[in-house]
């Protein structure tokens, strides 16, 4: 018997409703593991996908090949424990969970549990590094190889109605939920649950009654982990493993666990199932309302859920209670900045003279990535936002430079200012969250807003010309051709002229009466607003100018690449220009050139090492690394320590030259700020 | 204690720019000897092929050693290995077995060894844009095709040079244009357009779903490729896009099944295991009709059975079908003796190995003095040669009219029969000229 065509219309909704339970499992059950790092740590832990990802290439390994697999490249990797032909599912199940809770350990011990009190860049710079390292390593040892996993849960159809849908994803779905409901009972009913609680309300209280707050933490991290690693393996049936696609799982778990207010499992299990749900009813709309964007819809998804978590829900979002005061990364002072200057651009021509093509090349995109770094340098610095959207406002001007030459015919130099401008008013839209909320949840926002961009405004086509990307018009002033291609010379004089006018800018703003009210917002929201600061206002003051400088980074990317497409501007890319901004020092504007030359992927310094070396493939490990290192025992950046080295030189030699008498000591050059905003999250 | 501390701080700062000034090279060059780039190259997925291992009868099958000495003739290669989504070591590593097997089988390049400098990219313009630039500075008489996505960006620096970029992988619009561009065979496009034809001219489809990934990537590719191929063959086709961060494939894959088709394409190179499996899982009983990628040894391992019955089409004898010839025993055999025992054989490994056999054949007598950039691409645009792991290939014929610098859009079509890929038809071309 035929079912009636209204019924069959509405059961053809609810398929994909239950289709989405796959998806929707695995960002409840990582949106757990961050719910469980964010109360017991502190940190939102972005590596929490790739943890995922690296420990269901565990569990491949062993249940493939009977090997067990170590998070090191060049040295064996490697161990066998098994015979070639692998060992039963629930034996490489059983070890991998195992193993998880090891690098869990060991990932909190030596990272994450000396940031406990560090302020929250540090966090995010570390989880950040964490991320990028595991991920190079999985490219560097597994490649981006299909790999086969055997059927872990019953896949057999099973008839709803008059569905039918698989049903290992309903297993996945009981399964999240019968995790969440678990975990809800420990924390509310167990004594470990309540010691957890008291210790994420009271810090020093629970230390008082003996609890010791680092050791809870470290096994809620455990337990965090280990869920990370049975998400990854329980999905391997049903999704395409490498080391990318895992990686993306953070964003919609980061929804549901924000949704949950980093606090509540019944509340992101739900969230992330039903994100799973809509992302895979999404699918079927677009076969109904054929006006939707076919493309970039589900992956947007999640930021319109933050965006609105944020909205509903910033008064609420959890504070953690914290024992100490959070202290912010110092901030440069720039000395003689018209001096400095007119030294930069003198040594920069000579430098772009002197060098050959590959060198050349090198210096120029050195100064762009420092452009770019010098937009965080205000927005993260000075204001201490942390914004992981700069690169995608790049991007934003980048596109609409082409736009503009092909619209209005407006060339260099207008075309670029217009350009710029055009990525202020997104700049703007990023900062409106950064009214409400800071910190961590900020940063998530942020993350959400460049997601979304690139899935939404880069993947369109109209916008950025897909696949085959952009070709941007050679910019020309007063006659002189300056396209790249022609000399090289003359572009990287623009470009350097430019970017010593931006540093100029930052430099100026730095010392200004602007700058200043940046600080005091930065160190005390309260406190600033007591003395007359708008600190609203300010927020996106500063949203804006960081906005404007990116887009005139990202405009002058687009004219030395002549073509331009998404593939510069993609999520990963913002997330690195944070994190080598933050490596160089994000206080300075010295920290932001020390990014472009030192730390930029096709920057001066990478470009010499690698024609002495050719370490080009390790690129993104060792970053991942050094990042995590550097967050770790050097909160400050590098250009700090070599501020200290350079100091602690100058006196050494004025001491020689005053034959002993201690000289008078100069004025540090930077503002350390001990006394941090209120704790990450807190209500305003 | 303090000032330990900040020591401590200072030193593993230092250490830090150190390690990531070191780390930090957007690309990495090679020389051609080396074989491997740190790391198993795929352990996991299951790719290493026993026909590339077997080297029993290598070395009869590779002839008598015939060392070539002298000053080196050096080629240039970029290759994405850093990509995180999608990455293709197997290019430099088959290439790299290739000229080695040339310079000690070969006789090299009229007795001058090849080196092959390779500079591994992940596929962004600025890091593809930063090894061309480096490539250039060691003066190659040629650019060997790698794999690259911002061949757009990278071309403009050849063409200053004068250099011409020879064979490799057609990844994208701008290789298979450019006038110093020759591609040997189209790798990536063809067979994309082949897939569409074949469904409707062949399997009778009147309606067809093609199921690609959401990125500017694969939404360009079945845009351009499958979608028009199957409407100018009379069919029609309707478009469902997987968005790449999306864990299963399974509503993308109703949604397409929804429409009722007669059959299925893919156009998901990196999402083949979780469409298939989800075509299995949702009792799919359409022909599947795939791009290349998704007939990898590790992928139909994988879909478990969700391959089985699956059509593709690639330009190269396919090394683990039942027909084995000439070509097909030396590949295996050179890659049994001189590629990592984990190499994937797949169709960009063998775009790499073939170039370098196609350059070495078209060139192994002439005299090196003669040899730079506008020679070679003369030569080639001459006349018809015989293409390795093919038949020939003629670039002054454009087999694809909007495409000039492919020589070649000869495929063949294969199916998966249980797990093994079996020959249903050679020298298919009908979908060279029917892109959008």
Redesign the interface.
Known sequence: MQAPRGATHMSSYILFLLLGLGSGAVYAVLGLGLVLKYRSAGVVDFAHGAVAMFCAYVFIELRSNGELQFPWIILPHQVRVASSSGLATAPSILITLVYAAVLGLVFYMTIYRPLRNAPALARVGASIGVMLALQAIAVLNYSTFAVSSPPILPATPVHVASLIVPSDRLYLAGLTVLVGFALAAIYRFTRFGLVTRAAVENERGAALLGHSASRIAAYNWVLATVLAAAAGILILPITTLNPGTYTLFIVPALGAALLGRFSSFSVVVIAGLVIGMLQSELVKLQTVWTWLPQQGLQDGLPFVIIMLAMVLLARRLSARGQITDVHNPAVGRPQRPAITAVSCVVVGIVALLVANTDYRSAIISSLIVACVCMSVVIITGYVGQISLAQNALAGISAFMLVHIAHGLGLGFPLGLILAALCAVVVGLLVGLPAVRVRGVNLAVTTLATAAALDALVFNNSSFSGGFTGLNVHAPHLFGLNLEPSASGVTFGIAVLVIVVLVGLFVARLRNGRLGRAFLAVRSNERAAASIGIDVARTKLFAFAIAAFIAGIGGGLLAYQQQNINSASFTLWTSLTILAITYVGGVGRITGAIAAGVLLASNGVMPTLLDNLFNFGQYQALIAGVALTLTAVANPDGVTQEMGRGFTQLRRAALRRVAGGRPPSTPPLAETPTTSGPPPVGAPR | MKGML?R???I??????A????????????SGSSSS???????????SSSAAANTSASSSVLGTPKPAKGTPVVFGMINI???????F?EVRQAAQAAVKYVNEYGGGLDGHPIQLNV??T??????S??CA??L??QHPVAILGGSD??A??TL??YK?AGLALIGGMDL???ESAAPNSLIFNDVAQSGNSDIGVYAVKNLHAKKVSVIAI????G???AKTFEVPSVQKSGGSAK???L??????????V??AQ??SPDAVLLESP?????IL??LK???NSKPVLSIDPCS?P??V??A?GGANGMYWFEPYQDLLAANQTKDVVLTKAILGKYAPAKI?IDSPALAGLTTVMNVWNAFKATPTSKLNSAYMLKTLRTGTHPAFLSTTYNCAMHPITHEPAICSANEYLYQIKGTTPTLIQSNYTAGANLAG
């Open positions: 900040r401590r701080g200072a593993v700062g230092v250490c830090a720019v390690a990531v000034g070191l780390a930090a090279c957007g690309s990495s060059s090679s780039a740190g790391g198993s190259g795929g352990s996991a997925a299951g790719t290995e850093s990509n995180s989504g999608a990455d070591p500079c591994v992940d596929g962004s313009p600025a890091t844009v930063q630039n480096k250039v500075a996505l911002a757009a960006n403009p620096i200053k994208t619009p701008a959401g990125d500017t990537q939404a360009f590719q478009l469902f896009l968005p790449p961060s999306q864990a299963d494939a399974s509503s993308v109703a949604s929804g429409a990196s999402q083949c295991v979780s499996t989800a899982s949702l009792g990898a590790s992928v391992k994988a478990n994937a």
